[in-house]
């Protein structure tokens, strides 16, 4: 059972990027799931949260240009990051939680290999 992240890159600031994490061992339809960052030298921190209904959560600071979403058939989460920001730049998770969804990172139980966004000036 893992979680497989991809998707991210280099691009400029106010570009778009959009990354995914691929599931694979079982289906993941009815846990929550969730994608964190991480910065060089700063605490992990919650971007987005989806439940298995669909019910939404956001960052304050990234509320309004990133979307979290997830495609059941495919068995795969996406995090569609518009007007990217340098402060964006990160190493980006997803995770999945037995709980509805969660915004909490103990929460999380499973986690993905993490992948970089670099936002240039």
């Known amino acids: 059972v893992q979680l497989q992240a991809s998707g991210g890159g280099l691009v400029q600031a106010g570009g778009s990027l959009r990354l995914s994490c691929a599931a694979s061992g079982r289906t993941f339809r009815r846990n929550g799931m969730g994608w964190f960052r991480q910065a060089p030298g700063k605490e992990r921190e919650f971007v987005a949260g989806l439940s298995w209904n669909e019910d939404t959560s956001y960052a304050d600071s990234v509320k309004g240009r990133f979307t979290i979403s997830r495609d059941n058939a495919k068995n795969t989460v996406y995090l569609q990051m518009n007007s990217l920001k340098t402060e964006d730049t990160a190493v980006y998770f997803c995770?999945?939680?037995?709980?509805?969804?969660?915004?909490?990172?103990?929460?999380?139980?499973?986690w993905g290999q993490g992948t970089l966004v670099t936002v240039s000036s």
């Open positions: 995770a999945a939680t037995p709980n509805y969804s969660s915004s909490t990172k103990s929460d999380y139980i499973l």
